[in-house]
């Protein structure tokens, strides 16, 4: 498996802001992703983040609303632009380790926004 | 289009009882079946995962029963304990090079003493 980690854990923000969260893994991996998990729901797939390249994203989310930066195997970045109320939801980062087929996930940060 | 349908929602289970919650999957090309379970506030973790050459997976009170024609699968936690209360995801995923899973609506298992 692997330890991940995310910064913030939570954070309450203004609407018209942006947050950046951090995700960092223990070991390096080829494939990092970026859920979303609004209250109640399921988790629905931002994105792709491609160390070195554009990350993919999903249909329903683009890049200037949901940056998101990889710059090495061990760390990625997603940035929530302009935020408004309906932004609030849980964020999480996960990783498939090579030929495990398997995603494992990080805590999630809580991001309200006011 | 909701492309792994799992049932019920929400599941109330006695101490000592069995929990079951049930999936079923359309794209025939998948061939990887994870469950992940997650507690409040906390990102999910893989429980148990089983491939369709096999019918059930057992790991300790957890039991995966898969049927391939049907393409269904099922969660069974035996003996409940409250320490389970948890959301239950099922999952589907195909293997080779990177594919996107895809995961069920959730269950919200609620175990009373």
């Not at chain 1, 609303?65 to 609030?88: A, G, H, Q, Y």
Request: contains cysteine.
């Amino acid at each position: 498996s692997a330890v991940i980690s995310q910064k913030p854990s939570r954070d309450i923000c203004q609407r018209g802001t942006s947050l950046t969260i951090q995700c960092q893994v223990d070991s390096q991996v080829t494939m990092m992703f970026w859920y979303r998990q609004q209250p109640g729901q399921s988790l629905t797939l931002i994105a792709t983040a491609n160390q070195g390249s554009e990350a993919t994203y999903e249909s329903g989310f683009v890049i200037d609303k949901f940056p998101i930066s990889r710059p090495n195997l061990t760390f990625s970045t997603l940035t929530v632009s302009n935020m408004s109320p309906e932004d609030s939801s849980i964020y999480l980062c996960s990783v498939e380790l090579a030929g495990a087929n398997t995603q494992y996930f990080g805590p999630g940060t809580r991001l309200t926004v006011l | 289009q909701q492309q792994v349908k799992q049932s019920p929602q929400s599941l109330i289970v006695q101490k000592g009882g069995i929990s079951i919650i049930n999936c079923a999957y359309e794209n025939t090309a998948f061939d990887y079946f994870p469950w992940y379970q997650q507690f409040p506030g906390k990102g999910p973790a893989l429980l148990i995962a089983i491939r369709p050459d096999v019918s059930e997976k057992k790991e300790g009170r957890f039991t995966i029963s898969f049927n391939k024609s049907a393409k269904q699968f099922s969660l069974h936690i035996m003996d409940s304990q409250p320490g389970d209360s948890a959301t239950y995801f099922c999952a589907a995923s195909i293997s080779g090079g990177y594919q996107k899973v895809t995961f069920g609506i959730g269950t919200k298992l609620q175990v009373i003493p």
